[in-house]
């Protein structure tokens, strides 16, 4: 009962859909769609993200294998929680899951959070090399909610920095989230990374954003995610 909604992330550029990010739903019979805020906490919790992790792997990785096989080339994003990151058989799993449906580990980018990463920034760094290694690309989630020292950030074999949804819903109100969003996306140009900015709802936030120098867009504006 566990199914994945895919949302297109888009270059601000000139529209090109780069990619698509994997965004778990639990399809309950009586309460519906069920989102994963609600229940990815409890699974960590209880010890069965682990199962959740392997479900969302495999299921995301045939989507892809299908989409290559009729032509269509999209990279896929896939978010892991802190528990999954520091899991020793991680690397193995996700290894596991692209030889089996034959997806190349260039087009597999892992979204992990900013206080993911920040909480064991050691630990984290050695399972980002291994992961790196393999040749996935690595993005930094919700980048401005967590707590980064910019010298660990340096260190972090990332490609990436979403920028958190809260700046950018803020855009188009407040010179704050303006000075935040400008500054994330030059620190993230500084440091060699790509910008994607997250929850894109109105043309006048894609127009700040171009304006601003960013990367990529994903959000309602251009589409909700979708089965
Ligand atoms: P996230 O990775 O930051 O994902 C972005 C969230 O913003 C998604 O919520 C998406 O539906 C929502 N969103 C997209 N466009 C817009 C917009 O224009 N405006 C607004 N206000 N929101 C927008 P969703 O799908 O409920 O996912 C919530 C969180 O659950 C994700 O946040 C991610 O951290 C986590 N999650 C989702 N799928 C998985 C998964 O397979 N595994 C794990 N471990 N976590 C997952
Ligand atoms: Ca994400
Ligand atoms: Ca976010």
Redesign the pocket.
Known sequence: NLIL?Y?PKVALANGDVLGV????RWKHARLGLI???RF?PVAERTGL?KQ??LV?LDESMRQAQEWNRNGINLNLA????AY?LHDPTLTNDIGRALAKWGVPAESVEL?I?ESALMADPVRAAATLRELTDMGLQIAI??FGTGYSSLSRLRELPVSTIKID?SFT?GLPYSDDDTAIVRSTIDLAHNLGLAAVA????SETVWERLVELGCDFA????VS??IP
């Open positions: 909604h949302q990010e994997a965004l778990l989102g994963p805020d990815i993200i959740i992790t969302v896939i978010n892991l929680s999954s979204e959070t989630d919700d949804k819903l997250e929850g894109v709802e994903q959000g309602d504006y909700r995610p």
